[in-house]
């Protein structure tokens, strides 16, 4: 067969193999479901006060990662309150555990408000940042705690086992990771073996996992886990299977991404040969969601094969080229609610 002959029938290929896709519109937009396009969220959330909340950090810095810390802000010592200022300045997230760890569920609506409302405004005091999730003390929640979370905080962990796939979830009350059967001590492989089972199954709905540790400690149980576990856990993470499918963030980033992808309409305003214009219109506070979202915009089959430019507010954000079935898309980060994003041809 004459090789020409032969690359036409290689070039028909595609065609058998998968189903037409009708191309879409340049200028179509939409949203990724995670940051960096990632198909599913993981948050890491440690709860308590404990000194190992510095080790803690540091194996999770090691992957590139941040977590979540929930403080039980009325018990801070000297000693902790230099440890918690430290995480954060590392772009660690601190969040609410309560002033007092109490039974909030035994508690008056009063007491109740005094341990939400005043922890947020001494650990934002502490910080100087935001303080955006709340995790109550023993995951106790009825009507007035998820109410008076949901005044406070954009988001509260809970202690049920869930996935958090879109439209399935309570914001103030997260599904966590599952743990071996009883109460520990539990082999390093098994609890590995759990938590990736959690992390496929995560992935598999595309929701958003929180797994919740405490402190790092001698032995896998309940409350504590072992440097090595947590660090070989990150590993996999990091460079495992899923490693590309995951965005780790901590809790904060994530319920504030969620939240955006969730409110923002993306408008497409102007397509000539070389300029789009895309708008992302959201009416959330400004100071508060200010995570980037991760857009996708359609482009003209005619466009070089190089990456478009793409500014907002007279920034220029990273732009990567992908194939969405058979459209070519420009893949960038922008801001919901802070005017035009301009797409250029390179
Ligand atoms: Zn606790």
Not at 28 to 52: E, V
Not at 104 to 121: D, F, I, P, T, W
Not at 210 to 230: K, Q, R, S, Y
Not at 260 to 287: H, K, P, Q, W, Y
Request: aromatic share 8%; glycine share 8%; charged share 20%.
């Amino acid at each position: 067969m004459r090789s020409a002959t032969l690359m036409f029938l290689l070039s028909l290929l595609p065609l058998l193999s998968s189903p037409p896709v009708r191309a879409e519109q340049p200028g179509s937009t939409s949203i990724a479901a995670w940051r960096g396009d990632a198909r599913c969220a993981l948050s890491l959330t440690f709860d308590d006060n404990h000194p190992s909340r510095g080790e803690a950090a540091a194996i999770l810095d090691g992957f590139g990662f941040t977590g979540t810390f929930f403080v039980i802000v009325g018990s801070v010592d000297a000693r902790m309150e230099r440890i918690y200022e430290d995480l954060a300045m590392r772009g660690h997230e601190l969040g609410s555990h309560s002033l007092s760890h109490a039974h909030l569920l035994q508690a008056s609506s009063e007491q109740v408000e005094y341990e939400l409302g005043l922890s947020k405004a001494r650990l934002e005091e502490m910080t100087g940042l935001a303080c955006v999730s709340f995790a109550s003390p023993y995951g106790e929640v009825n009507a007035v705690i998820l109410e008076t979370a949901a005044r406070h905080y954009l988001s509260a962990r809970g202690t049920t086992g869930g996935t958090n796939a879109d439209g399935t979830f309570d914001m103030y009350n997260l599904g966590i990771n599952i743990f071996p059967p009883g109460i520990g001590p539990y082999s390093e492989a098994d609890y590995l073996s759990v938590l990736r089972q959690y992390v496929e199954y995560v992935d598999s709905v595309g929701g958003w996992g929180t797994e919740m540790f405490h402190n790092i400690g001698p032995e896998n149980n309940l409350i504590t886990v072992t440097a090595h576990t947590l660090s070989t856990h990150c590993e996999e993470l990091a460079s495992g299977a899923l490693s590309d499918s995951i965005w780790v963030a901590p809790q904060g980033r994530a319920a504030r991404y969620y939240l955006e992808r969730m409110n923002t309409e993306a408008e497409t305003d102007l397509v000539t040969s070389d300029t789009i214009v895309v708008r992302l219109n959201f009416d959330g506070d400004r100071r508060v969601f200010d995570e980037p979202l991760t857009v996708k915009t359609v482009i003209a089959v005619d466009w070089p094969q190089a990456a478009p430019e793409v500014f907002q507010d007279g920034k220029e954000y990273s732009c990567r080229l992908d194939m969405a079935g058979a459209d070519r898309v420009a893949v960038y980060e922008a801001l919901p609610g802070r005017g035009p994003v301009t797409i250029r041809r390179p």
